[in-house]
């Protein structure tokens, strides 16, 4: 395994990180508590869940993923070795069941974090991150930003003030964004530098060979104010693993069981993933270690979320730390994506 650093902080982390979203629908608690046994085992000490987990979000799996970790932590005595990060969810009317207000007021954040909390049966979380924004900004599967009606007004430094609190109180360590845009993530730093409040640390956005979107403004961000990309999406819901090339059909992958999420599914994509896949067919490569190790390899990535329904998929996305992309096969993903850019946003 390779390790970096937290930015600006003493936290060592795995360069793969855990994801666990599928913790309590597509794996049971067993097969999760095996995941985690395999990735500390195998060095990767980083794990990354949310509130709302698992996907897709709805009422009769909420909080599952969190409580799924908590019997492991509980089972195991292994929280010392984990750097674990989690979520508040955003505003969302489908998330009314979460509680009696989906927002970042001090009540939500207070009310989110001690539920997050009691479920992952910890004291304490290394990074607590905002889910998506409260504004109306970001919406997954939208390439950029588009004006609309929008009733929120700007409370950024009253949300770092009331996380502020609870880093006090020990409840957080560290604190960061996810799906989050450049505007948004200066307005944090800019609150942070003058006003003496916690600095964002890490945004966690998707961040693909299908959606490099996150290069045009993030990227530079992120390496001039020293935060980390906590990249997630890596495998574009199985669809850079291959094995849909050929018209297969896997009953039991993401995109056929979800397919309201349908942002991996344009012919650009099908045809993008092919260009890529003979580039790595050419150097020897598989699909999955061309993908995982183009964005291990990039300066503004602290590391890189996998998730995996199996521990064969786990494994294989392990090891691809050790692959380097050498700068032959770099320019020729950058000629794929001149020609198809991002057609997954």
């Known amino acids: 395994m390779k390790y970096t650093s937290i930015p600006d902080t003493d936290i060592k982390v795995s360069k793969i990180c855990l994801g666990t ?4 629908e597509q794996n049971t608690e067993a097969e999760g508590h095996a995941q985690m046994d395999y990735a500390l085992e195998n060095g990767v000490n980083f794990f990354d869940t949310a509130e709302m987990y698992s996907v897709p979000g709805r009422q009769e799996t909420y909080g599952s993923t969190e409580r799924i970790i908590g019997t492991w932590f509980k089972k195991t005595g292994n929280r010392d070795q984990v750097v674990l990060a989690t979520k508040i969810a955003g505003p969302n009317p489908a998330f009314g069941y979460m509680r009696e207000k989906v927002d970042f007021s001090p009540a939500s954040i207070q009310y989110a974090l001690d539920q997050s909390l009691q479920r992952l049966q910890t004291d ?6 905002l889910h998506w924004p409260e504004r109306k900004a970001n919406f997954f599967g ?8 929008d009733a929120w007004e700007d409370n950024i430094h009253q949300v770092l003030t009331t996380l502020d609190g609870f880093v006090q109180q020990g409840k957080i360590k560290h604190i960061g964004l996810s799906n989050e845009t450049p505007w948004g993530l200066m307005r944090f730093l800019e609150e942070h530098k003058y006003h003496n409040l916690p600095k964002i640390k890490t ?13 045009v403004g993030n990227a530079e961000v992120c390496l001039r104010e020293n935060v980390g990309l906590l990249a997630y999406s890596p495998m574009a819901f199985g669809l850079l693993s291959g094995k849909f090339l050929n018209g297969q059909q896997h009953p039991s992958s993401r995109l056929a069981l979800f397919p309201q999420m349908a942002r991996y599914s344009s012919p650009q994509s099908a045809e993008a993933t092919r260009l890529y896949n003979e580039i790595a067919q050419q150097n020897g490569l598989t699909l999955t270690q061309l993908a995982l190790a183009f964005i291990e390899q990039q300066p503004y990535v602290t590391s890189t979320i996998i998730g995996a329904t199996t521990m064969e998929q786990l494994k294989e996305n392990t090891d691809t730390i050790q692959i380097i992309l050498s700068d032959e096969v770099l320019k020729a ?12 946003p």
């Open 333 to 344: 993903i950058d000629s794929v994506q001149a020609t198809i850019p991002d057609p997954a």
């Open 142 to 149: 939208q390439r950029g930003y588009k004006k609309q009606d």
């Open 203 to 215: 945004v966690q956005n998707p961040y693909s060979l299908l959606n490099r979107s996150f290069e």
């Open 21 to 24: 979203m599928t913790f309590g």
């Open 124 to 129: 304490y979380v290394d990074i607590y991150q």
